[in-house]
């Protein structure tokens, strides 16, 4: 048994499933304001079964897969030479079982959905877009944006698996998160700014240098402020909610603050404890001022 239970957490540190916690409240945002009416929350409880089991299985999918096909190049980055794939605790077999794993019980997932046949229809392309992403940073610069791409499919989608069109707000809300994600992840890979030149790989540290990188990131999170700004206008939303923008603008400056050219050493608690307070801030402030 402990064996078993240590196999299962190797796989959880693989594909960070604690990181779940960026993305994911912000596809139950997009979820709550789909399914918000008259009488409260609607909807049937296996659509919100539906939308973790997606959410969970989608990005370990797309996590696996991108240390599978990453893994040379994390074994030369001393920062990631000791991940699962680089240190031989995990073989390239076993991820690439369990990323196909994961990727069939993400398809089999929108099954769930039905009769709303579109979360089935979009699976396969929305698998292969989360997926493409590990091959990025080989031929543009732009893979943050890329990531953040992906990532801003989760309150789209969820709009569309509760209600089965498409309107501004989901959209706007879409836009908050490309934009806040592209900001971080462009934060994060000022690291390697220098292993990236060195291996070929693109990134925009490694292109206009980790002074502009900066610049550029924090231009994206004021983009992300304002496409929130502009859902609160089209849902609409109150007072409560934009207070939770506010806060979350703060700790966008904040979390600016702990990096600098010279000095990228607190850029995990940048990375991770900054943005995890602001996507579930957002998604509590957002609840609370439906409710009140």
């Given at each position: 048994?402990?064996?078993?239970?240590?196999?299962?957490?190797?796989?959880?540190?693989?594909?960070?499933?604690?990181?779940?916690?960026?993305?994911?409240?912000?596809?139950?945002?997009?979820?709550?304001?789909?399914?918000?009416?008259?009488?409260?929350?609607?909807?049937?409880?296996?659509?919100?079964?539906?939308?973790?089991?997606?959410?969970?299985?989608?990005?370990?999918?797309?996590?696996?897969?991108?240390?599978?096909?990453?893994?040379?190049?994390?074994?030369?980055?001393?920062?990631?030479?000791?991940?699962?794939?680089?240190?031989?605790?995990?073989?390239?077999?076993?991820?690439?079982?369990?990323?196909?794993?994961?990727?069939?019980?993400?398809?089999?997932?929108?099954?769930?959905?039905?009769?709303?046949?579109?979360?089935?229809?979009?699976?396969?392309?929305?698998?292969?877009?989360?997926?493409?992403?590990?091959?990025?940073?080989?031929?543009?610069?732009?893979?943050?944006?890329?990531?953040?791409?992906?990532?801003?499919?989760?309150?789209?989608?969820?709009?569309?698996?509760?209600?089965?069109?498409?309107?501004?707000?989901?959209?706007?809300?879409?836009?908050?998160?490309?934009?806040?994600?592209?900001?971080?992840?462009?934060?994060?890979?000022?690291?390697?700014?220098?292993?990236?030149?060195?291996?070929?790989?693109?990134?925009?540290?490694?292109?206009?240098?980790?002074?502009?990188?900066?610049?550029?990131?924090?231009?994206?999170?004021?983009?992300?402020?304002?496409?929130?700004?502009?859902?609160?206008?089209?849902?609409?939303?109150?007072?409560?909610?934009?207070?939770?923008?506010?806060?979350?603008?703060?700790?966008?400056?904040?979390?600016?603050?702990?990096?600098?050219?010279?000095?990228?050493?607190?850029?995990?608690?940048?990375f991770f404890h900054v943005n995890v307070v602001v996507s579930v801030g957002l998604l509590v402030f957002s609840v609370?001022?439906?409710?009140?």
């Amino acid at each position: 048994m402990s064996i078993a239970l240590s196999r299962v957490r190797d796989y959880l540190e693989l594909v960070r499933f604690s990181h779940t916690l960026f993305a994911l409240p912000f596809a139950l945002l997009g979820a709550v304001l789909a399914a918000w009416g008259p009488r409260g929350l609607e909807g049937r409880p296996r659509d919100w079964l539906g939308i973790l089991l997606c959410m969970a299985t989608a990005r370990s999918a797309a996590m696996a897969f991108n240390r599978l096909i990453d893994r040379d190049y994390d074994a030369r980055n001393p920062r990631t030479a000791g991940r699962h794939l680089p240190a031989g605790l995990l073989t390239p077999t076993a991820v690439a079982g369990f990323t196909a794993l994961c990727s069939a019980a993400f398809v089999a997932s929108t099954l769930l959905f039905l009769p709303n046949p579109w979360p089935l229809r979009l699976a396969l392309p929305v698998l292969l877009w989360l997926l493409g992403y590990s091959y990025t940073k080989r031929f543009t610069s732009l893979a943050h944006f890329w990531l953040g791409a992906s990532l801003s499919l989760t309150p789209i989608a969820a709009w569309i698996a509760l209600r089965g069109d498409v309107t501004w707000a989901p959209v706007l809300l879409a836009l908050a998160v490309f934009f806040w994600v592209a900001g971080f992840d462009i934060i994060y890979a000022c690291q390697d700014a220098d292993f990236d030149r060195e291996a070929g790989l693109r990134s925009v540290p490694g292109t206009l240098g980790i002074a502009r990188a900066l610049h550029l990131a924090a231009l994206c999170h004021a983009f992300m402020i304002a496409a929130l700004v502009g859902l609160g206008l089209v849902y609409p939303l109150g007072g409560v909610y934009y207070v939770g923008v506010a806060a979350a603008a703060v700790l966008l400056v904040y979390e600016h603050s702990l990096v600098r050219p010279d000095d990228l050493a607190r850029v995990n608690q940048a990375f991770f404890h900054v943005n995890v307070v602001v996507s579930v801030g957002l998604l509590v402030f957002s609840v609370i001022d439906l409710i009140v």
